[in-house]
């Protein structure tokens, strides 16, 4: 699997362009490796978004990890998903899969390399390199069923859900990751 490099530009005193930095993505989640691996390249707190020369803070530095951007905001991310992740997942009460959730976004998950199948509520969609989907806060989770790891990015945008539609679907959203089970490390 090829490395995750993030190039960031910017502004020097002149308002010449110039590379801020290049190199790996970090990674503010204090989530160890595992079977999904999060790489958060960028976000945003509001659109639009004021540009200056330089970021005056990490915008990545948003402890712990949550799925969706700040209210008003963006995130791009790249997710590495390995074989059998959804097993490290803790089981739902209402026995549904275990990576089930929704987010108040709209998600553009463009599909890099690798497979994975894109379930909702009564059906499911294989996805290769090429696909992108277009997420639009519906219930749904990932799954790799095949032998090599899969890797998506993913642009999420925060996003309101109309009054009728969230009478339907209840506050059934997700704010942070999906709860993992303890590795044999930690048990």
């Keep these: 699997m090829s490395t995750v490099r993030r190039i960031v530009t910017g502004h020097d005193a002149t308002g010449k362009s110039v590379f801020l ?12 490796p595992g079977p999904t ?13 004021q540009i200056t ?10 402890l712990p990890l949550r799925l969706p951007p700040d209210a008003g905001g963006t995130i791009i991310r790249i997710l590495d998903l390995h074989p059998g992740h959804s097993q490290a997942l803790v089981p739902r009460a209402d026995g549904r899969h275990p990576g089930m959730h929704r987010t108040r976004t709209i998600d553009y998950g463009i599909m890099l390399e690798g497979s ?5 509520d009564d059906s499911e969609v294989l996805c ?7 997420q639009r806060g519906t219930v749904h989770a990932w799954e790799n069923r095949s ?11 925060d996003a309101e859900f109309d009054p009728a539609l969230a009478a339907q679907i209840g506050d059934d959203l997700i704010h942070t990751t999906l709860v993992q089970r303890p590795s044999h490390d930690e048990s």
Excluded: C
């Design 21 to 32: 930095s290049v190199g790996e993505p970090p990674q503010f989640h204090g989530r160890p």
């Design 37 to 49: 691996v999060f790489y958060e390249l960028w976000n945003t707190a509001q659109a639009p978004s």
């Design 53 to 62: 020369a330089a970021e005056a803070h990490e915008p990545n530095d948003r």
């Design 116 to 120: 994975l199948w894109l379930m909702l």
């Design 128 to 134: 290769q390199p090429g696909d992108v989907v277009i």
């Design 147 to 157: 032998d090599k790891v899969a890797r998506i990015a993913f642009v999420l945008i």
